[in-house]
Nanobody
Framework: QVQLAESGGGSVQAGDSLTLSCAAT???????MAWFRQAPGKERSFVGG????????NYADSLSGRFEISRDNNKEKQVLQMNNRKPEDTAVYYC?????????????????WGQGTQVTVYS
């Protein structure tokens, strides 16, 4: 059984950077990992994902270039680096995992979820 836990959320000023981490209990070395976010009153949406070996990643089109995902399988950890934050990035950010090679963009493709961490960006 895999359990995921996010950390690193908080309040930042627009333009600043923020790094979120996702630590796994249980082996995720063969799992594709992803980040989603959910703003108040909106559906959960795909931020980006990374393949099990770290060699492939994809991002939501609107976020490409500002966000970067990396992983360290030795430490069972993945990281979301968010740069040039904007107020519209305010949301609860979730780490998710699925047994497979491809980081699909739909929440229903993922079996394992963290509890979420709040990120607030103020102007």
């Amino acid at each position: 059984q895999v359990q995921l836990a996010e950390s690193g959320g908080g309040s930042v000023q627009a333009g600043d950077s923020l790094t979120l981490s996702c630590a796994a209990t249980g082996s995720t070395v063969r799992y594709t990992m992803a980040w989603f976010r959910q703003a108040p009153g909106k559906e959960r949406s795909f931020v980006g994902g990374i393949s099990w070996d770290g060699n492939g990643s994809n991002y939501a089109d609107s976020l490409s270039g500002r966000f970067e995902i990396s992983r360290d399988n030795n430490k069972e950890k993945q990281v979301l680096q968010m740069n040039n934050r904007k107020p519209e990035d305010t949301a609860v950010y979730y780490c998710a995992g699925r047994n497979g090679r491809t980081p699909y963009p739909k929440p229903y493709d993922y079996r394992y979820w963290g509890q979420g961490t709040q990120v607030t960006v103020y102007s």
